[in-house]
């Protein structure tokens, strides 16, 4: 049996949710077709769960088709994310790329040089930023901080493969990165590290339960790297964004407000977990990157 799925015109802010909850309809469908005949608008968070789902569906022996490419307003855009060779389906470039330093960073696989991955796309976001007193530094900090923490984490704990994304909406102001990955999800790392409490949770506790200080999926005192502690102090500090999808579990961040918690619509599931971060470059302040550079003694993570 074949599912076919059809993209919908516009995959961002509203429409990334109910974009997940379509990625988890064909169930144990051998066949899927991903029609991008509609498809206009995309966010990194929506590229990066893009290719960790058809990442898993391959790996699992399942034909994916990619479906009117020719007719997608934004292939070539989808070409210079690098999407379309994330996920095995090459098609000639019709284009010259330029320089995407200061714009964007094409989906990468998360792979063991964490570090260096983080230095490579703080500096795509904000160049020179790690030269003495630049004026980007405070975003490059940022950046490399927020890339390395979610990226240590899916990793560490989800056994499956991460994909990270990032874009500079220079219009709106907006940094938006997102990591995603195929792997077991928060609640069931948590089961597996065997703690006690976890096997009663639903996925939008198991998140909450994550964005603690001193909890780990490695059933230690402490989170290996801070990991989705630190991202949600500096989120919080900078007034930033944080959207977090586990299972079926979803939290969000805003400013100046309290976590939200939903399902994805439709019964929806993710398969692994997508973290999503946003900031306003006029909020990135020489003040919350030395909060970065002061760590736990700072007092952020407590």
Known sequence: ??????????INADGLLPFLSLLSKPGDAREIDLDFGGLCRVSPGALAALVACVTRWLRQGRKVNFLNLE???????????????????????????????????????????????GADMAACLAPGGDEYESPHAA?????????TETANNARQH??????????????????????ADNGKGIRQSFVDAGLPWAAGLTDAEAILRALEPKVSSKGRPTNEGVGLTLVSKLVRQTRGWLLVVSGAGVVQLRPEREAEVQLLPDGGRMDGTLVVTAFRQKDITDSSAGLLRTGPSSGIFT
């Open 1 to 10: 049996m074949c599912m076919h799925l059809l993209l919908p015109s516009r």
């Open 71 to 117: 007719r997608c307003a934004i292939t070539g855009y989808l070409q210079r994310m690098d999407v379309l060779t994330a996920c095995g389906a090459e098609l000639p470039e019709n284009f010259r790329r330029h320089e995407s330093r200061g714009r964007f960073v094409p989906v990468k696989l998360v792979d063991h040089e964490v570090e260096t991955m």
């Open 139 to 147: 975003l490059y900090d940022l950046a490399y901080y927020v890339f």
């Open 158 to 179: 989800s056994r499956g493969l991460g994909y990270a994304a990032a874009q500079v909406a220079r219009a709106e102001g907006l940094v938006r990165l997102a990591v």
